[in-house]
């Protein structure tokens, strides 16, 4: 039951921590990637 409820353990507090911080890292990644995209469009046009 316990695994089933990871908000409410304090124990898993640094794995939704990790999830958040990844998640943040896999939007920055992605957003990078559109700039570097854009700059190619732009030196091609």
Request: one cysteine or more.
């Given at each position: 039951m316990l695994k089933n409820n990871p908000i409410t353990t304090p124990k898993n507090i640094p794995a939704n921590i990790e999830f958040l911080i990844s998640v943040i890292l896999f939007i920055c990644v992605i957003g990078i990637c559109k700039i570097f995209?854009?700059?190619?469009?732009n030196k091609v046009s």
């Amino acid at each position: 039951m316990l695994k089933n409820n990871p908000i409410t353990t304090p124990k898993n507090i640094p794995a939704n921590i990790e999830f958040l911080i990844s998640v943040i890292l896999f939007i920055c990644v992605i957003g990078i990637c559109k700039i570097f995209y854009e700059i190619k469009d732009n030196k091609v046009s």
